[in-house]
């Protein structure tokens, strides 16, 4: 009987430990588990860095960079508008964007004004040819008075073929200033991109570009070498 009760009591002990044993082990996950929860419920402040509100790489490296889309964007909406914006000898690229453009604009206006004048003479030309009593009439009085005097009034009389031959002229001038005024537009908004791209190039004193005469040992031959260095 006293062995069956010491067997029953190192039994229960047993079990006691293994229970306790079991409990710390789900207390010690429930602890882990609520560290963890309050850990991931922490809010990680934000760095607020001017810096990063740039979305052009370039500029986040330079502040000195410019954004070539917008200084090609700004350039397409007013001319010059993109070199002020890149801040590289603006005020004397602005003044030659808006010269090429004013000749261009002006070499336009004044071939179609002609183009206009020559095309109406060689409408009353050939209705005059047509019945010449509308010499008097208003439509020819409304002929430009140049025109009047050298293809109506002249020693020949009425010349409207030398005045189709002048219409097409001016026709052709038209097209042509056309082409030249939407290319120095274009060459306007290249300028600005190129130049913005260029914002970011390194030219100062600490490079230096020099050119020394040179021998190859392997082939033997002279030469000349060309050596950047970056100081």
């Given amino acids: 009987m006293h062995v069956v009760t010491k067997l029953f009591l190192s039994a229960l002990l047993c079990t006691l430990l293994h229970v306790g044993a079991v409990h710390a082990q789900t207390v010690d ?3 882990a588990r609520q560290i963890m929860a309050a850990k ?5 402040p934000t760095i607020k860095n001017p810096a990063f509100r740039e979305t052009d790489s370039a500029k986040l490296r330079d502040p000195n960079a ?3 889309r917008v200084a090609a964007i700004r350039s397409a909406i007013l001319p010059g508008w993109g070199q002020i914006y890149n801040k ?4 004397v690229k602005v003044p030659v964007i808006y010269a090429a453009l004013g000749i261009t604009g002006g070499i336009f206006v004044n071939n179609i004004t ?12 050939i209705n005059i040819q047509k ?5 008097d009439s208003v439509a020819y009085n409304k002929v430009y008075e140049s025109l009047r005097r050298v293809f109506f009034e002249g020693s020949q009389g009425i010349q409207p073929e030398y005045l189709r031959t002048n219409r097409d002229y001016f026709r052709k001038n038209v097209d042509y200033a056309a082409i030249y005024f939407i290319i120095a537009w274009g060459l306007n908004v290249v300028e600005a991109a ?3 791209h260029l914002s970011s190039f390194d030219v100062s004193p600490d490079l230096t570009f020099k050119i020394h005469p040179g021998y190859s ?9 060309l050596i950047l260095k970056v100081k």
């Avoid at 002609?114 to 030309?125: D, G, H, P, Q, S």
């Avoid at 040992?217 to 070498?225: F, I, K, L, R």
């Fill in 29 to 31: 996950t429930t602890v």
């Fill in 40 to 44: 991931d419920s922490v809010v990680k």
């Fill in 66 to 68: 410019r954004i070539p």
């Fill in 88 to 91: 590289k000898l603006w005020y």
């Fill in 114 to 125: 002609w183009y206009n004048r020559t095309k109406y003479a060689y409408r009353v030309a």
């Fill in 131 to 135: 019945d010449p009593n509308n010499v």
């Fill in 194 to 196: 190129v130049g913005a």
């Fill in 217 to 225: 040992e392997m082939a033997q031959t002279a030469g000349v070498s």
